[in-house]
């Protein structure tokens, strides 16, 4: 595992002196311009820091904004304490916001990017097992040397790694002559590979390793430090240390507290037990297998509420008032509100915010790999159960067509006898050796501005057909109790035709 501190946000002021002084050094001699150079690297001169410290002073200072900067530049111990006291003290974390990091994550397992990415407002780019073959590299989990398990660990890899290089060649072939078409150029070629390589993943375990490109504000980075920290995983705990270490030179008064609290550690079994104790059955019960999508709650009267939020900002009349007068209309006069706000959109625009009145929760059995797309959308709540193979695998269609089931399904039921003794001594980490195509089963709640965003991009020709398959039959569900609302809930390719049948 490997955090680098790829970049933060510096005051451009600093930048123009250090260019200015560096031009001043052309032609100096070699002990000046090491100085110099080490001074530039210095973290007490080269922090995002001093924007928080300026910034918090805005409220109560009445300086223009870049004389605060240019005081904090100067006085960067100064800007710490005032960061400290602002931000821990008084509780006014969201100056510290304005301190920005940039990360490079590499050498962490698929298992704990999903930990990590939980965090909703940050950017993250990954490495992707779509377009990228993959090597057999994987962490090794502590927990799982602790518990004596290691040789049956990195046996259970080692014939998944080799079933995927398997399938991947078995697979490439088999798509080539089922689609001769796009094998007769380059291009064509390079997506044939990628759909090769797509499905072959499906059997490569959680504990292979990937990295990410991360960037989040310093308020942000510190609550998912203490996140990270109470997971339960000890490559969780290393990650949350790991980063820590390599911001917390630059800018060590916006990010303190990264450990977690009872809070974050104890909350969740005590419900388990409440409910355990007062419910008939256990939390061990299996529950249903079915994998279908199921819309379990939806806003009541929800294309009323959609049309009256339309409406309302374009006028004086209180929401009960408006409501009511939009329910006593007639159904094809509430689809004309709702429609005019379609009439200019194109296939790049939004929903507008107004979409965000009306809400939808879905219950779903989905894979891993599936899941890994799904959370990206992370302005939708998704709570998700532990991964579970009594809920099966998800087996790519083509692997079936190309006849090589039955080397799939040998090769990801292999995992579960390791899963369950890795389970027995340490439970948390049991999902390392479970593969991409395992399932898990999760509630996803949304607005209806949220599934527009998702329809276009994850129903489009262009997405991966796991996730086609979900959101559109999200967008179907999300239709049969908002007809009128989802018109336009369609993928970029569809989108033109689509509107034309409004």
């Not at 100056?95 to 050498?107: R, S, T």
């Not at 507290?257 to 974050?264: L, N």
Request: charged share 30%.
């Amino acid at each position: 595992m490997k955090v680098i501190l790829s970049g933060f946000n510096v005051d451009k002021e600093r930048l123009f002196e250090y260019k200015g002084a560096a031009l001043k050094l052309i032609g100096g001699d070699k002990e000046e311009i090491e100085g110099f150079l080490d001074r530039f690297g210095a973290s007490e001169e080269l922090t995002p820091e001093t924007f928080s410290a300026a910034y918090a002073r805005i409220s109560r200072d009445p300086r223009p904004v870049n004389e605060l900067r240019l005081n904090a530049l100067d006085e960067v111990e100064k800007a710490r304490r005032s960061n400290e006291s602002i931000i821990f003290g008084m509780g006014h974390s969201s100056v510290a916001e304005h301190a920005v990091f940039n990360l490079d994550i590499i050498g962490i397992s698929r298992l704990v990017t999903e930990e990590l990415q939980r965090t909703r407002l940050a950017s993250y780019t990954e490495k992707s097992q779509r377009y990228i073959t993959l090597t057999d590299d994987h962490v090794i989990p502590k927990e799982i040397v602790d518990a004596g398990l290691e040789t049956p660990f990195r046996d259970a890899v080692k014939s998944l790694n080799g079933t995927y290089h398997t399938l991947y060649e078995k697979l490439l072939p088999f798509i080539h002559k089922k689609h001769p078409d796009l094998a007769e150029d380059k291009r064509g070629k390079v997506t044939l590979d990628g759909w090769a390589k797509e499905d072959a993943r499906y059997v490569v375990p959680l504990a292979t390793l990937t990295q990410m490109g991360m960037t989040a504000n310093a308020r942000v980075l510190e609550m998912t430090l203490r996140r990270l920290s109470a997971s339960g995983l000890n490559e969780a705990v290393e990650l949350s240390k790991t980063i820590y270490d390599a911001v917390s030179p630059y800018a060590p008064s916006v990010i303190k507290y990264t450990k977690g609290t009872d809070y974050d550690t104890k909350t969740k079994d005590l419900i388990g037990e409440s409910f355990t104790k007062h419910a008939q059955g256990s939390r061990g019960d299996k529950g249903k297998k079915d994998t279908s999508l199921k819309l379990v709650d939806y806003t009541r009267d929800g294309e009323f509420r959609l049309a009256a939020a339309l409406v309302f900002p374009l006028t004086n009349l209180d929401h009960e008032t408006l409501l009511n007068s939009i329910k006593g209309m007639e159904k094809d006069k509430v689809e004309e509100i709702v429609k005019s706000s379609f009439k200019y959109m194109e296939s790049y625009d939004r929903a507008m915010r107004e979409f965000e009145t009306i809400g939808l929760t879905f219950e779903a059995i989905i894979s891993s790999s599936c899941f890994a797309q799904l959370k990206r959308h992370r302005m939708a709540t998704i709570i998700k159960q532990d991964y579970n193979p009594d809920l099966g695998v998800e087996v790519p269609e083509t692997i079936v067509e190309a006849g090589l089931k039955d080397n799939f399904i040998r090769a990801v039921e292999g995992t579960r006898d390791v899963y369950e003794k890795i389970r027995a001594l340490s439970p948390k980490a049991a999902p390392y050796i479970l593969t991409n195509a395992h399932r898990l089963r999760l509630l996803i709640s949304l607005n209806l501005r949220e599934l527009y965003h998702i329809a276009r991009i994850r129903m489009d020709k262009t997405a991966q057909w796991d996730i086609r398959r979900l959101s559109s039959e999200m967008v179907r569900q999300a239709g049969e109790v908002f007809p009128i609302g989802t018109v336009l809930a369609c993928s970029k390719d569809t989108f033109e035709e689509t509107k034309k049948r409004l």
